[in-house]
């Protein structure tokens, strides 16, 4: 994949290619319009984009810092021109780019199955040659609008006035179409545009964000787009995307300015209370359906809407041609211009028995006769379910695959109920709040006595651990920071806890110098304080974990130092009530995971290949099925549940009840403690619905997204 960059170093600057030109059009909300902070070096976009430099970086400074980002993208993306030093494009080196020299040097191999991360020679020499942190800036409230021109159209080649100027078919008429002037046999020279009819005006199309109402009188008097607001055709939009916040569509003023537009412009307004909730994720959604069947509270079909919070059609002063954005919607712009929608799937409808949904389980007849042995199976059990520490403490599998997303399992995270106390979550990968979303609802599902919403579960979420700096165990956990911290403003003793890496604290400063999302609230401890072999009785002296042990009634954390990449970790939380939760990470078989945990509750370990692959878990230093459950027997574990399986090896393991208490973890997946004894006993549908030669399986073997 080749990628080309570009910023906006100041308002009014275009970007032109061959295809396209972009105009940016920067808003910001009312509250600037009466200071001078719209015109100050805190908000004007001086490099493109809402990281802002600090005074003391110069011209020179500035340019440095854009080479560098775009080195490094072309370091990410674009393999085959990698040049043999990445720091070659610039002779005279900067002080960013002295940064920059360290940065490239980093060692960052994983570790083998033998060796610790907390080596002191190999911690020391990472502590030096880390990079400085990035410069200092302060999130910017502008927002970006963009005006958007393709290429002008060719008028239609006239094939009958190139034979009558004595041109025959060929390349000569090709090179006409291409705007080239040719010599005719008869010697004459013949320019395109005898042979080519009027060209027309490029497509004009803008995408408009506007966050809140605050926004709406900016972009009221932007002149940049009062030009477009005219009754010249060539000038006018043909689609306008809105992506706004709530009540900005309700607003007269901006009702007004829509309408400023010719009456041919389409607008399509993106915003979740006009939009239906649909399921997006098809495939992932007939999965979870089909297996609600063997038991529909652990594994519940994910939220969707198909009837908007709010209609469209009430709203009688917009404009005529607006509708609401849909997923794959498409503007068409050639042989006319109008909205797609040949690729919007139907409706996800479980509820309806004509829908796909219902007609998907068609066909499964063998499959559905296996439940029900399993359901009796599940009954004659119950005695299984006698009284264990933590009964009703449930896990929540929000991702269980590794790497990258798929098409039936997002990347690592995995929720922690602890009822009337709150919530833990152990990683947050990319895509980990629309996972909450869909397990959640807007509105809550019933849980124990009560309802669980997604804003209930984030907005008690207490303690989030991350395990290491790999993207799939990470990338998720500013959204969730972000509405976390949108729900407790105001909140001046609000506070949640963060267990990471030292680099994952140095990530989430500089983040916040772009975003705010509430950094100063947040209580941080290293993973490496923590570690179990450092312990001398109580861990509690940092205030951090105070919160957790007064709100939580978590009595221990300890850390392990995990078989994987460098500053890798597992974790230990025991509970005042006397159950106890480890969670491996990423790692290779660890005795010291094996100690820390020993007689817990739930292990939670991953599971990443299949046991004929033991040479690829050794070479990525991750485990196989076999070594996870190998762990948990050591453990003495009253349950282990696998996780983090490979996105290319969709089997269901093998297991007998010599295994105990071993659950298979699916995405959105929701479980007791006290019904773990459950999940071995639905292996046996598992096998079916999976079984070689099923559409499921067939569909797997292909799931990347």
Known sequence: MSVKTHEFQKEGMEFTDDNLTVLPVFLYPEELKNTDSTSSSAQKPETGTKRERDSDLQSDEIDSALKYKKEILSLMFNQSQRSDDPRSFSKKKSRIDEDIDIAMHIPDEPQSAGSSNNDDSVRDRRRELFPKRLPKSQPSLASIAYICKG??????????????????????????????????????????????????????????DIPSISYISSVCDSPEFAI???????????????????????????????????????????????????????????????????DEKIFRVPYYSNIPAKDIKSLSSIPKKTSFAVPMMMYQTEPSFKIDTSQIDPPFDHNNPDSEAVKS????????????????????????????????????TLGTGSTLPSKYRNVSASLITIPNNGFILLDVGEGTFGSMLRH?????????????SLENCISNLKCIFISHMHADHHLGII???????????????????????????????????????GINKIKFVNNKDLLFSKQKGTNFGFDSLQYLKNDMGISKVETVAAIHCPNSFGISLEHRDGWKIVYSGDTRPCDDLVRVGKDATLLIHEATF?????????????????????????????????????????????????????????DLMEVNIGEFYKLPKFVKALKVLYSDGSEEANEESDNEI
């Open 479 to 517: 959204r969730v920071l972000s509405k976390w911290n949108q729900l407790h403003l105001g909140e001046k003793n609000a506070a949640i806890s963060v267990l990471g890496p030292t680099r994952l604290w140095k990530w989430l400063q500089e983040y916040s110098d772009v975003e705010n999302f």
């Open 440 to 452: 959640f609802g807007p509105y809550g599902h019933p849980h124990g006595d009560g309802q669980i």
């Open 228 to 294: 477009y607001q005219t009754s010249n055709k060539e000038l006018q939009p043909r689609v306008i995307v809105h992506m706004i916040g709530n009540d900005v569509l309700e607003d007269q003023r901006y009702q007004e300015w829509m309408k400023k537009f010719g009456p041919e412009t389409e607008h399509v307004i993106a915003n979740e209370q006009y939009g239906p909730q649909r399921v997006i994720y098809h495939s992932s959604a007939l999965s979870q359906l089909k297996l609600s069947k063997i």
């Open 610 to 666: 299949e046991n004929d692959l033991i040479e690829e878990a050794l070479n990525k230093l991750h485990s196989t099925t076999e070594e996870a459950v190998s762990i948990g027997k050591r453990m003495n574990a009253h349950a282990l549940l696998l996780t983090h399986f490979s996105q290319r090896y969709p089997k269901v393991p093998v297991f007998t009840d010599d295994h105990g208490i071993v659950g298979i973890s699916f």
């Open 361 to 396: 389980l068609n066909g499964l007849n063998d499959y559905l006769n296996v439940v029900k042995e399993v359901k009796r199976d599940v009954i004659s059990s119950q005695s299984e379910a006698k009284h264990i520490p933590g009964r009703d403490i449930s896990v929540t």
């Open 151 to 208: 290429p002008d159209y060719k008028g239609k080649f006239d094939p009958l006035a190139a034979k009558a100027l004595g041109l025959s078919p060929g390349r000569q008429y090709s090179e006409l179409v291409k705007g080239n002037s040719v010599v005719a046999p008869n010697g004459t020279t013949v320019h395109p545009h005898q042979v080519l009819g009027p060209s027309r005006p490029g497509l004009i199309f803008m995408i408009v």
